[in-house]
């Protein structure tokens, strides 16, 4: 029996089953922007960095504002593309997600406090359906963001840092080796 799915994942997080070994989806979390069963899903992978900043892409001093921030690789789709994020705290004490900003207003969010600004090349896409079956298949684990997010290093150690925050049973599971076979 297949469990009732949500209808609408957006602003939630993705984390991949340690089962999922799909290269670019390997240990990632991933915050969904967009979900509904209708028109697919669309976010990004927080925790894969490109070890490059936004200056050894956008090298033009118009940009020089954002020229430290982070790159990380958002998705296998449209990976020719450098688009900005912001995350904020609300007042509710969760957080707002803004995805595909311009650059003028990355800028803008960039000097105001509270709002954390971050840039991804591409971004992950999902069609109406393919989500709902890739968790039918125990592909994800979704999970609410905690308010701590924006705040936390987005690097590989996150999906291991969240994952653990699941459950215990979820615990056993990020501290589990990579391929038991090796043990």
């Not at 894969?48 to 050894?56: D, F, L, S």
């Amino acid at each position: 029996m297949t469990p009732e799915l949500p209808i609408d994942l957006s602003g939630k997080l993705l984390l991949a089953s340690p089962t999922l070994r799909d290269g670019i989806f390997d240990h990632s979390v991933i915050y969904l922007a967009h979900h509904s069963s209708d028109d697919g899903a669309l976010g990004v992978i927080l925790n894969h960095p490109t070890g490059r900043e936004v200056a050894q892409f956008l090298p033009q001093p118009d940009f020089e504002p954002l020229a430290r921030i982070p790159v990380h690789v958002g998705g296998p789709v449209a990976r020719d593309q450098l688009t900005f994020a912001t995350f904020r705290r609300g007042k509710s004490g969760h957080f707002d997600f803004r995805l595909r900003i311009s650059a003028a207003d990355a800028i803008e969010h960039a000097h105001t406090p509270g709002t954390v600004v971050r840039a991804y090349i591409g971004y992950s896409g999902w069609t109406a359906g393919q989500l709902e079956g890739e968790l039918e298949g125990q592909s994800w684990i979704t999970l609410a963001p905690g308010k701590e997010l924006p705040g936390l290093s987005h690097d590989r150690d996150l999906w291991h840092r969240l994952m653990s925050s699941v459950s215990p049973f979820h615990r056993l599971m990020a501290d589990a080796p990579r391929d038991a076979g090796l043990n």
